[in-house]
C-alpha cells in the first residue's frame, strides 16, 4: 500500500484555501510513517470565536497504478482511506509547546459512514504572531 495525505484548513476566507499534500509513502502497508512538516497562516480572530468550521482537515488516499491490458495503459488511481477533522480551537487551547495528539480516522462515506477505523497522530505547535501587511 502506498499512502499520501492531504492537509487543508476550513473556515478561514481571509488567507484563502491553503491546502498542502504529503510525498507518497510506498511500501507502508497498513500503517504508514511519515515525517513533514506544514506551516500555515491562522486568523486570531477565528481562534477567539470558536467556530468549530474553522478546522484543519487530513485526508488520507491509498495510491496505486492501475494496468490495462488493452494497449497496455497504465493509470494512478487514488483511494480515499478516511478523514480526520480537528477544530482548531481545540488545539490553540491545549498548546504550549510541541503536542503529540491522535484523533480517529473517519472512513470515507461509502464505507460504514460515521464509524472509524486506525487513528492518525500528529504533532504540532503554534508558532509567532505576526501582523499582516494590509492589501492595496
Known amino acids: 500500500m502506498e499512502v499520501s495525505a492531504m492537509v487543508s484548513l476550513q473556515g478561514d476566507t481571509r488567507n484563502g484555501k ?3 499534500g504529503t510525498e507518497i509513502v510506498p511500501n507502508c502497508d497498513t500503517n504508514p510513517t511519515d515525517t513533514v512538516s506544514m506551516s500555515f497562516a491562522l486568523d486570531n480572530s477565528l481562534l477567539a470565536q470558536h ?3 474553522f478546522s484543519i482537515v487530513i485526508k488520507l488516499f491509498c ?4 494496468h490495462f491490458n488493452i494497449a497496455c495503459l497504465d ?3 487514488v483511494k480515499p482511506i478516511g478523514s480526520v477533522h480537528v477544530p482548531l480551537k481545540d488545539l490553540f487551547d491545549s498548546a504550549n509547546d510541541m503536542k503529540l495528539i491522535s484523533f480517529p480516522v473517519q472512513l470515507p462515506y461509502f464505507r460504514c459512514f460515521g464509524s472509524h477505523q486506525g487513528e492518525l497522530t500528529f504533532s504540532y505547535k503554534f508558532g509567532d504572531k505576526f501582523e ?3 492589501s492595496l
Open 18 to 20: 491553503q491546502k498542502k
Open 51 to 53: 467556530n468549530p468550521s
Open 63 to 66: 495510491m496505486g497504478t492501475l
Open 75 to 77: 493509470r494512478i488511481h
Open 132 to 134: 499582516s501587511s494590509p
